[in-house]
């Protein structure tokens, strides 16, 4: 991945990516005009089922080599070309490829940034790059519940009738638990409209 001066700025895989992509994207957001391009070459297509991680529909930039593609980006070719080949002489080829998993595939220790899974040289066209730029999945706050989901005043007491679930009830405060966003607002949102649905019923029947 590179920023718009084709050049690398971060470990792209230090990790899986659901424990890292929050880190990484707070990255692209510190770079010039917050974008960055990921940069792909034909064996992309070893990756079983690659394109259904990637959350676009629009198709990637294409080109037959890393100077065109550059130029297809408004990217100094020059630029991305030292870049890719500096990466490319990096890559140790020390153990197997294994795109499901952590392979420790990484680049030798005095090349920086280094990249530390999934390093393999990028030199069979066509190139493809994806555009990446940050949105919010979450947004790391919310209003503090108690395990009821009752929304808690400043004193840490229930405000009487008032529930959250889901994304208005914080729970992540740094770093996300993959894929647990939907099963907190299941969880919660039952909880709540279950306590919520039996004061309405209590106040129904003492009306009535
Ligand atoms: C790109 C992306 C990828 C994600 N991937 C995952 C994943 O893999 N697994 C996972 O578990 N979670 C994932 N999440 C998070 C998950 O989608 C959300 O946490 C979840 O959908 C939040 O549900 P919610 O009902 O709390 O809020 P929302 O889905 O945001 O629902 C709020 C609703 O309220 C409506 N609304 C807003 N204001 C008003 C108003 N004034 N009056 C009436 N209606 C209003 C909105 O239109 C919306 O329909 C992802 C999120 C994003 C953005």
Known sequence: MVNARGERFVDEAPATV??????I???????????????LDARIEDVPGWRRSVRSDVAPV????????????????????ATVAAYN???LHDRPFKPLETDGLATRDTYAPRKSNWARPIAE?????YPIMCGNCFTFGGLKVDPGARVLD??????PGLYAAGETMGI??????GATSVLRGAVFGRIA????????????SVTA
């Open 25 to 39: 994207t707070r990255q692209i957001l510190t770079q010039p005009g917050g974008i960055a391009y990921a940069i």
């Open 62 to 81: 294409t080109a037959p080599s890393i100077a065109a593609l550059a130029t297809a980006l408004s990217i100094d070719a020059a630029s991305l070309e």
């Open 89 to 91: 002489a990096a890559c």
């Open 18 to 23: 659901d424990a890292t992509y929050e880190a």
């Open 125 to 129: 066209a066509p190139y493809l790059a």
């Open 193 to 204: 409209g279950l306590d919520a649905a039996k004061h309405s019923n209590r106040q129904h």
């Open 172 to 177: 992540y405060y740094g770093t996300y638990t």
């Open 154 to 159: 400043t004193d840490g007491m229930p405000i």
